[in-house]
């Protein structure tokens, strides 16, 4: 792993592989290294940059308000940082906002784009808003400046349980959510759901000129897949792609089928 001042915070980052540029954007809370097994594959045809986001594994954690575009704007930080002029980008969950808001405001500096288990907020979305609300056990009015409030080890835990559909998986990451956020910090955690919270890219989603893979599975109980399929019929350029009974976290769970997907798509001509 290697730092670089951005922002005015310290982002932490890793490149492996050689070829054409592809960022990984992780989760809300997660580490980067929870896409190792995308970096194992992706490494052997691509460049592959992943960062831990402000507020998440070895990154700083600022006290001030996060935006999912300030969190844009660290990435296109990194990249000029790292001289990459253009750049394939995927974006998980959160990380999909962050990916959908740079395609948005940088699309000169955007190659092909992958939006995974993510959406895009905004007034128009209120339903799928208040059920994703409701299934991690927020308030239905909740808003940024609740995040600060809530209990974030047992929302972690929660979350952790609802984005995997196999138990063993359930078991495992429950253990480690609790770590994730003693690492950070509860106000890291806190700080990215206040930006996740006040994402709103729905009425921008048109502006996308990239050629985007749109990825949902049918089994995420955290982020409904009706959100992928509005989301990839905003986009011109768009195209989705399901993974029978996928997790909000198939890219760890149906990672062979995550990764053909994404593969296929990024080499394709």
């Known amino acids: 792993m290697a730092t670089a001042f951005i922002n005015g915070i310290n982002i932490e980052f890793e490149i492996n592989g050689q070829g054409e540029s592809l960022i990984l954007l992780m989760g809300l809370g997660g580490e980067s290294r929870s896409l190792y097994r995308q970096v194992r594959e992706f490494k052997k045809k691509f460049q ?53 808001e740079i395609a948005i405001r940088f699309p000169e500096r955007v190659n092909k784009l992958v939006l995974a288990s993510t959406y895009p907020g905004g007034e128009d979305m209120k339903e799928i808003t208040v059920n994703m609300r409701n299934a991690l056990g927020l308030e239905e009015d909740f808003s940024k400046d609740d995040a600060w409030d809530v209990d974030i080890e047992k929302f972690m835990s929660h979350v952790a349980s609802l984005s995997f559909n196999k138990r063993e998986y359930q078991m495992v990451f429950n253990a480690m959510s609790a770590g994730y956020v003693q690492k950070a910090g509860v106000d890291g955690f806190a700080g990215q759901l206040e930006a996740a919270s006040s994402c709103d890219t729905h009425t921008r989603l048109h502006e996308i000129q990239s050629p985007t893979l749109v990825l949902t599975g049918t089994g995420d109980r955290v982020v409904p897949m009706r959100s992928s399929e509005m989301i990839a019929g905003k986009i011109p350029y768009a195209s989705l792609e399901k993974i029978e009974g996928g997790s909000h976290a198939m890219y760890l769970e149906m990672s062979k089928a995550f990764n053909d997907k994404v593969l296929k798509f990024l080499i394709d001509k």
Request: proline share 2%; hydrophobic share 40%.
């Open 48 to 100: 592959v940059v992943s960062l831990d986001n402000r507020g998440a594994g070895k990154s700083d954690t600022p006290d001030e308000s996060y935006t999912i575009k300030t969190m844009a704007d660290d990435t296109v930080g990194l990249m000029d940082f790292l001289e990459i002029d253009r750049t394939h980008i995927l974006g998980v969950s959160m990380g999909g906002m962050i990916a959908q």
